[in-house]
């Protein structure tokens, strides 16, 4: 069941990178929603190749098509489909993949569990192109999210050895959340940003990749929002953003750090602000025993250096079982990093919706 | 939806800290599994509370009464229903939960979502205890996955400052699982055992808790287990180990510190040995594309301090609108991460027959 | 996954006739119901065997208790569990299944399904005692329908060859609701009582046993609930109707007559009736395209005769692969239509709300 | 969650009569089936309109294009996903919905569910044609099931007072299953032809429609499969079945028959044949509880005329609110039943793997 997700709102996606098309139905919307296609569009733009030096040189349109549950400029109730066909593809770049598995990327996994049958060529449904139904459906998620005065923003939280500020020592405003969701490499600290396309630029001249984090915030979302146990937020976002190629870690508030901490540190103390009830710190990251408590949702995702490199690596030859060195040809992102942003908030744009709703 | 999970294998777990009984059903279990009830009980021990200086004076049995789907010593494939009698609870000394809600505890946000309705002696439904269920079905599922060649195995990553090795850098054989599997305070290695626990007890002297985190292996799954996308390895676990109260990050392999590598270092080169598919190194903690590779399954989990600390601390009282100071009273954990041990190993269980089964 | 239903109130049922105790956990309840004891335990008496000559003569007593999500009389909105313990159970009666399944049980089937674990005495998870706990689900969220202004009710259409009038022709008004809800052989034309009895216990002096069927209403809902396709209203109601055991069919509205009309006569005509938009006729119960109406949702639902007879029967023995002839010991129900009644009328209730709320 | 379906296969149909285009996603099948395109066409041209003077005059190409999931020849594994382009659709025709629901259709509840932004031409969602999917995705399902020796064919049993024989009376040979999956009309007293011919055209000639009912049997299917309770083989069955628009009735074996008759007529005895358990007669359907037992499974599914007439019909001008006399334009099918056949059978086919594989 790989590519089914949602309670309330379910999704569908589908796919192969080489393929005829990718997308997703989406079966709960409420009807009445009026799309606003340019902010689609812009999301999906977002995370487009083929933007700057410091992405992939590959052009993906990523031009989407509705097909269902849309009329006469609203969702209609029913499920939402839509298409994005796939252009610019070059199938005979990947025909090695079939022999020789990409390290770290799903060719050797996929094959043994699909016995071969996987459509092999870049990546096929393992890509991170699919991704961009993703965005689309988030696209819309946060459309309803922020009729309601829910925002979510992100920044990148480091790039290799380069580090952003983080959320938490500052106040989100809404100037910030418009700067962040309009900037190609999204960092609190601006002036960190040449240091960071630096470190992605040094990687790229070495025909290698770099990993980075995102850290992403849900603002607004009222107290009581999530569930105890298993549909916690923490446990609903999780859920998703590990769908996501490359993520490797997600962690709420102070996360990992919060094991060195006493409890008397990482309790949040109650207190009254403007008449509400509000934490004087965040190190749960908004959330307590799985549910929302009004402060600020806070998370950070981990993600891997781009698997395709063009340097020359070491793999097997599945046919003739020996090991072999190689190099992967075509045109690679030596940092997915930004382009991840967009996805990181499309996936908890649908979690958070999902639980909301 | 608080209370179900899985696929293959449902369950729906059930109970509040001070109520009648605790407990779940499982639904799906295969006939004919032979259960080993001292194992069971050897693993509900394991999370038991009172066992030692280190943990809370608490006692809870634990006792576990099985009331259907099994039959002459076997499962018999229909639904399995277990129930925990809550005893030795002081209800009394929660009364004052009810108006000022304790920091770091579901108090709060589960009063805001529950309106006031949920049961608050203890954490109620929030309540740590809530995870015996978890360990219970946990036992079963691990003998089902044993039988198959395939160990959980875990240990201490760090309590507060000090830190224990990683699996990284040894092989988990046997007799390393059989060691871990059966010490107190689990660490690979075993001369840190004393600091570990000066740690706590410092932490305790003070009043006060101690976080800390736990690596956990899945030894022997073969390749092709999991999905891509939202079934992934990843998704299906951290889904699970967030539901644990206190559980803030989750990362897999290297985790958040492949966002410091490049893909040169992190990629998993493949090789042959003894003429099987292996990686050389194992940053993609055994995954790749959301699917097992034959190489063992690791991750870490953050688990946060105990919320209840005997320091003061500041909150507010609900009904007076006000700010106050309290003293939590009771007998309280320095540090739940011994305990949280088998319950993450439990989850691990439970994800991973799930998806295997 | 036998027995686990539901998407917004989930319940997950467990249970052997023989067994400990049989049950339930509700989760998706909403906090702050409060529930009424007395109508509970009015509608588990209704279904309770030993209450009179035409139905068995075993005494069950049903008693429940509830362990969980339930404090100070109000429902908390985390997971409600409870139990039904079993009594009188004479399992000595049930050996001989083990090698001779009864011709209309399920012990043949369940035999291979489960490999010979289940537990098979009296039927053990197949038996209809797992169905008191849908009745105690359904009382809860009847209480929560009448809140609400929605009325389940039903009478016996017919037993064997004695027919009750129907729903078609009458209006059903408070009154009606009343008086069926408390009759023991509920119907419209109480004069047929008599008859119905004496088609019972002709079947009972004969050691056999006869069916029947059961009409059931559901008054009061607004337009707009169901959805078209996979989860309307006549899918939801027959997916859960269908597992009460011994169901054999379900028909809405005019149901299977409806084959033998023509279109100008099986559309029901739209009117205006105090400014609202009715219907003139209700063949399609209530439903079109899978959504109420606002008519009264009406369904009939066909029960099979009881399996369990004294008279002689032929069988296999399993063990000799032989065929044999032999009779069923034990007391048993000559017709379980009237205790069925309020299981149908329970089920409709889940199914109902799970679409409603 | 109107589109979503299935456990182990999970489908999620789209699409409007008059939109982009219809279609739907199928997550879980097996890698490595080897489509018969030819087969899969003949499904779909069996339910397509335009193909005789007893069904509408409409034609409706249902050239199917599939997307994903599918790669030289075989399935890959991934989501399928595949799209019918819509065609010839008249959209002037039915401007007149938007204020004037059609009897029997689902106009009006759509209207009151969609709050008036669903897409009313043509039915919209609720369309008949909406079945092309299940259609198409059934065929696949049936190809796999064909593998494993388990067949599915069916008859109509008859139309408004016109019927053929029964399964009950025969032994469904492939001879019979062949002869049934070819026929326009088919039946097994192939006399009865030409007498259900004239009563559909004495319907159509009188710009009337007329209600009919089908038996579908599933022959070869192992003992064993199907759950106690709720996923029980009727249940999963009827759960589909039900949301194919026009059916009112589903009853299996015996049906609503068998509410006349006696326990020692109903029980079906076990025998032994050619050194298999069977069982002599099959009013159960060949399911007792929830489970097959080897025999062919025998279900009838009700369905109602043609809600779409030419005569005149009353129905409210929904914005005047007054009733009004008014006649439905276009071209209509007299018998929706005989094209309601094929995907009868694909929804049965769907279920039955679902539970199966």
Chains 1, 2, 3, 4 share one sequence.
Not at 18 to 47: S, W
Not at 71 to 85: D, E, R, S
Not at 166 to 188: G, K, V
Request: net charge negative; aromatic share 8%.
């Amino acid at each position: 069941m790989s590519g089914t997700w949602g309670n309330r709102i379910k999704i569908s996606i589908f796919g192969e990178s080489h393929g005829e098309a990718i997308g997703a139905v989406i079966d709960g919307l409420p009807p009445g929603i009026k799309l606003d296609m340019e902010a689609i569009k812009f999301q999906m733009k977002r995370r487009a190749p083929g933007q700057s030096d410091i992405t992939t040189a590959r052009k993906e349109e990523d031009e989407f098509q509705i097909l269902s549950g849309y009329f006469n400029g609203y969702t209609t109730g029913t499920p939402l489909a839509f298409i994005i066909k796939n252009k610019d593809a070059r199938s005979s770049d990947y025909e090695y993949i079939k022999d020789i598995p990409r390290p770290g990327h799903g060719d050797y996994t996929g094959g043994v569990k699909y016995k071969g049958y996987n459509d092999y060529r870049g990546g096929g449904h393992f890509s991170g192109r699919i991704t961009a139904p993703i965005v689309f459906i988030g696209a819309i998620c946060r459309q309803i999210l922020e009729s309601k005065g829910i925002y979510i923003v992100s920044h990148i939280k480091n790039i290799g050895s380069i580090d952003d500020d983080s959320f938490d020592a500052i106040h989100i405003d809404e100037d910030l959340i418009r700067r962040l969701n309009t900037m190609r490499l999204p960092l609190i600290a601006d002036e960190k940003i040449k240091d960071m396309e630096a470190e992605i630029l040094s990687a790229k001249a070495d025909e290698d990749s770099i990993g980075g984090s995102i850290e992403c915030a849900v603002v607004g979302l009222p107290a009581g929002v999530g569930e105890p146990f298993f549909d916690s937020v923490e446990c609903r976002l999780s859920y998703i953003l590990f769908s996501i190629p490359g993520v490797k870690g997600v962690e709420f508030g102070s996360g990992f750090y919060i094991t060195r901490m006493r409890g008397s540190e990482a309790n949040d103390e109650f207190c009254i602000q403007d008449g509400v009830v509000k934490t004087k710190t965040n190190h749960s990251g908004g959330i307590q025993g799985g549910i929302t408590n009004g402060m600020p949702v806070i998370f950070r995702v981990a993600i891997k250096p781009t698997s395709s490199i063009g340097k020359k690596q070491r793999s097997v030859d599945m046919t003739k079982m020996e090991e072999v060195e190689f190099e992967i040809k075509g045109r690679h992102d030596p940092c997915i990093v930004p382009r991840a942003v967009p996805v990181v908030e499309a996936a908890a744009a649908i979690a958070i919706l999902d639980l909301y709703i």
